[in-house]
């Protein structure tokens, strides 16, 4: 069984603030963390791993410093850490990342075949959700987001059972291997890392892939080139103000109102 997870080094959000000027997060000063669902992510990972056997392979793209983040995941149990790192991908938006990730994720496939790909379901300095589902629909794999639990996983079968979160309930679906998954929390929980990945995370280096090596990107598809997305403006949203007041009289009005109206919604007299 080999899972590929990935994974985003960000920003801890209880401590970001916005530059007034610029529109834009300032970033100095505030620590950096493993997004939490991708977090949760890797745990299922390695929880399947030590089920089924296997290996589990970790990969992020971002700057030098998010080999940090691939570190704290051989922590958790992981097996390799891949940074996807070059001033080439700088200001890259969902299209981009997404791109990357799946030429990436391609290469490790013929490398040794995945069976699993996951993804926290989105990251918390920017909460789009879109890149687990690009990177899907470009690999052309099946794709089940906010998934929960996972019932049950053959990787012989090649088959898994997966319960998904949904406004109106969970969902329990079957899916063929390989398949992507975006996860919440409550798919695996976190526990503590054992000392042996302790002390193999204070000796282990991620791998580092450019622009060029051992993959080559299309330099219009990656970057501020491959990413038409445009941010018009990012502001802090002002505070709420306080409700109004309404008098004992008025509250008394507009109940005779609601209670005329559901009476006549019920005699089914008012339709949409």
Known sequence: MHAVVAIKQVPDTSNVRI?????????EGVPAIVNPYDAHAVELAVRLKEKFGGKVTVLTMGPPKAAEALVECVEQGADRGILITDRKFAAADTLATSYVLARAIEALHAEEPVDLLLFGKQAIDGD???????????LEVPLITYAVAVESFDPQARTAVVHRKTERGIEVLQTRLPALLTVEKEIAAIGRAPLPNLIRAAQYTPETWTASQPVAFDPARIGIKGSPTIVGKAYTPPPKKAGGTLSVAELGVQSVVFQALARIESAGVLQN
């Open 19 to 27: 530059n007034p000027e610029t529109g834009t997060l300032i970033r």
């Open 128 to 138: 789009t959700a879109q890149v687990g589902p690009g990177v899907a629909t470009r």
